[in-house]
């Protein structure tokens, strides 16, 4: 995207990176979340969150629903608005990283390529893409918010699984199967791979 703004200048911070993990005891991070509607990535990324906080860890989650009450507002789900969609939670996610928290997000971010020009403007190695995985038919079964049937009717338009695609990771950090998996095992397999990379303390 274009700079449409003139006359700005950008400000750095007075408190280095090193400062900040020093002073936090903890490095930022993105675990992104994707997977279909259903699949469980915002009930895991709540979960995680639990687990982190009750270490002592700062986390926060950033579920695509909630953002689209407010940021994203005036975002629909045709593919200019998903991958804006994405652009600006990628911009916001990256911030959230900057200031040392463990930032789990959960949306379904259907396109390979919005997720990585969100990877793209990360440190390298902050970005940790996270495959929810879960078949459109185990998702179809929970389906919690009737969307399914809502979009097999034809009542929703251009919905992730059914009538647009989902472009899933080619090679993502984590993998977490879902009809296996409890949300427990899940958002403990998140809590672990932070640990394992030196993002919080063991």
């Known amino acids: 995207m274009s700079?449409?703004?003139?006359?700005?200048?950008?400000?750095?911070?007075?408190v280095t990176q090193a400062e900040r993990e020093e002073i936090l005891g903890q490095r930022g991070a993105v675990i992104w979340l994707t997977g279909l509607s259903a699949s469980g990535k915002s009930t895991i990324a709540r979960r995680a969150e639990q687990l982190l906080l009750a270490r002592g860890v700062t986390v926060y989650v950033l579920d695509g629903d909630n953002v689209r009450f407010g940021l994203n507002k005036d975002l629909g789900f045709s593919p200019a608005d998903r991958t804006e969609n994405i652009r600006r939670i990628g911009e916001v996610a990256k911030l959230f990283a900057e200031a040392c928290t463990i930032t789990l997000t959960?949306?379904?971010?259907?396109?390979?390529?919005?997720?990585?020009?969100?990877?793209?403007?990360?440190?390298?190695?902050?970005?940790i893409e996270c495959l929810?995985?879960?078949s459109v038919e185990v998702c179809e079964q929970r389906d919690p918010k009737g969307l399914y049937k809502k979009a097999r009717a034809g009542q929703i338009p251009e919905f992730t699984g059914i009538s647009a695609p989902y472009e899933a990771p080619a090679s993502p950090e984590l993998v977490l199967e879902t009809a296996t998996l409890s949300i427990d095992e899940a958002a403990q397999a998140v809590v672990d791979h932070l640990v394992k990379h030196g993002f919080i303390k063991a």
């Not at 703004?5 to 911070?13: L, M």
């Not at 959960?106 to 970005?127: H, L, N, Q, V």
């Open 132 to 134: 929810v995985e879960a």
């Open 3 to 14: 700079q449409k703004s003139t006359n700005i200048t950008f400000h750095g911070a007075n």
């Open 106 to 127: 959960a949306f379904i971010s259907p396109y390979r390529a919005d997720r990585d020009a969100a990877r793209a403007i990360m440190p390298a190695g902050t970005f």
